[in-house]
């Protein structure tokens, strides 16, 4: 079946420090790859995404290589700040009977202190 | 353009109580998906609807019921509440194909005592 697999939480780190958070996926045929970033109190949005292998997707200083020869897909950011601090959600996006079927990690929380 | 919006923020209800969790969009999105979120567990699907008057299953749908009258709304139903209904709710859009992104609401946490 279609799953995602990230690494489990909390990842703690100080200001400045260097992030990456893993992400590992089973699909059947070619899905797209999301991250998605939820706040205290607030819902999903959307970090960044890559739609096909070798795709690089950043925002925010955030970025991720859809690597299709590992099926990952990890996140990084070179320096992390206090702001940073959330829930991290890695998915991916299939076709499935002409729907949009996303399937998500069990998500990772990122806490950045001062 | 106030994107996907959801009321009420906060429920609580005794078991057995039947409720709607409203969910509406203003992007004109053909896709509207509704998940639960507990903890450990990520975000489950529990029904989805590609367009007015279509609706499915996801993977959670027992004691859940939907309808989609219109392109902007998407309701839940809890027909008879149970604590393991107990979750935060999220509503969710799209456009609907594989590449597009998923435009979430803010949410609505449900307790049932």
């Known amino acids: 079946g279609n799953s995602v697999t990230q690494m489990e939480g909390p990842v703690t780190l100080s200001e400045e420090a260097f992030l990456t958070i893993n992400c590992t996926y089973t699909?059947?045929?070619?899905?797209?790859l999301f991250w998605y970033v939820q706040y205290p109190g607030e819902g999903l949005q959307l970090l960044l995404k890559?739609?096909?292998?070798?795709d690089k997707g950043s925002n925010k200083g955030f970025e991720a290589t859809y690597r299709k020869e590992t099926t990952s897909f990890h996140l990084e950011k070179g320096s992390v700040q206090v702001s940073d601090s959330a829930v991290y959600f890695c998915a991916l996006s299939l076709m499935n009977t002409g729907f949009q079927k996303l399937v998500f990690g069990t998500g990772t929380r990122l806490l950045v202190s001062p | 353009n106030a994107g996907v919006t959801q009321t009420p923020k906060f429920q609580v209800l005794k078991t057995g109580q039947s409720m709607t969790l409203q969910c509406a969009q203003d992007m004109n999105h053909e896709y509207m998906s509704w998940y639960r979120q507990d903890p450990g567990m990520g975000l489950r699907l529990i029904h989805y609807?590609?367009?007015?008057?279509?609706?499915d299953q996801g993977e959670v749908p027992n004691g859940y019921n939907v309808s989609r009258s219109t392109t902007e709304d998407f309701p839940l139903r809890l027909l008879s509440a149970a604590p393991s209904q107990t979750s935060v709710y999220f509503c969710?859009?799209?456009?609907?194909?594989?590449?597009?992104?998923?435009?979430f609401g803010p949410g609505t946490r449900l307790t049932v005592l």
């Open positions: 969710a859009s799209s456009f609907g194909s594989h590449t597009d992104t998923q435009y």
């Open positions: 699909a059947t045929g070619y899905p797209s």
């Open positions: 890559a739609t096909k292998a070798d």
């Open positions: 609807s590609v367009g007015a008057g279509i609706t």
